[in-house]
């Protein structure tokens, strides 16, 4: 068995076998971390100095937007049966059962330490053609630029695999992260990084599933 090992998917390298790695069964956990404008102003603020250092901190943490990013995945599985994994319409998903993907929380402001994870069973790879990791902004800013984000897959044996949400371009709201499917008996996950703004049209889970023609069909939800 191969050691654990951690690799950033990148554009000059984005695919990687979870096979080759000796990732075949367990739960693999994908995990989305930011920097929030709040959380980063307010730990500024904490170690200011002095009575108007402490309040221009203050004025920076009441200025500074709370982002709400939520994390996501649409499932499309080999018996042509699809959904979706998010927060909103509280589509959290389920481990045991179908669709194998869950999404353990909704961090509204990116202060969790432990920021938003879904967990995903590759125990019953078997049944899945592709799973489509998203992102988006359900509020807060106008776009991801500055926000640092990254998600890592993590094995239970300790292997990662880092995609990081980077080259955001103005206005883009949401973004398809990496795409898992098998290819060539390997479940092979390739960094995508593809990123949508309002012009792509209305509704991100649609504009996106479209745009990786998954034959999905949506109605509005809320969380």
């Given at each position: ?103 353990d929380a909704d961090d509204r402001t990116g202060a969790r330490d432990a920021g ?37 897959l993590s094995s239970p044996r300790g292997d990662r695999f880092e995609v990081r ?13 990496a795409l898992i499917k098998r290819r060539k008996d390997e479940l092979v996950v ?34």
């Amino acid at each position: 068995m191969t050691e654990p090992r951690s690799v950033i998917l990148t554009k000059a390298a984005p695919a990687v076998s979870l096979d080759k790695h000796g990732v075949t069964s367990g739960l693999i956990r994908v995990n989305l971390n930011w920097t929030s404008p709040r959380a980063a102003a307010r730990r500024e603020a904490q170690t200011a100095r002095g009575l108007f250092g402490r309040l221009r901190g203050a004025l920076r943490v009441g200025a500074a937007p709370d982002v709400d990013l939520d994390l996501g995945c649409m499932i499309v599985c080999r018996d042509g049966s699809k959904t979706v994994v998010q927060a909103l319409g509280n589509a959290f998903g389920a481990v045991d059962e179908f669709p194998f993907v869950a999404l353990d929380a909704d961090d509204r402001t990116g202060a969790r330490d432990a920021g938003e994870n879904l967990v995903i069973n590759l125990d019953h790879q078997a049944e899945f053609s592709k799973l489509l990791l998203f992102v988006y902004i359900y509020e807060g800013l106008a776009d991801f630029r500055g926000l640092d984000a990254v998600v890592t897959l993590s094995s239970p044996r300790g292997d990662r695999f880092e995609v990081r949400l980077d080259e955001c371009p103005p206005q883009a709201r949401s973004c398809a992260i990496a795409l898992i499917k098998r290819r060539k008996d390997e479940l092979v996950v390739n960094r995508e990084v593809r990123w949508f703004t309002p012009e792509d049209g209305p509704g991100v889970q649609d504009v996106i599933s479209r745009a990786y023609r998954l034959g999905m069909k949506w109605t509005p939800g809320r969380k």
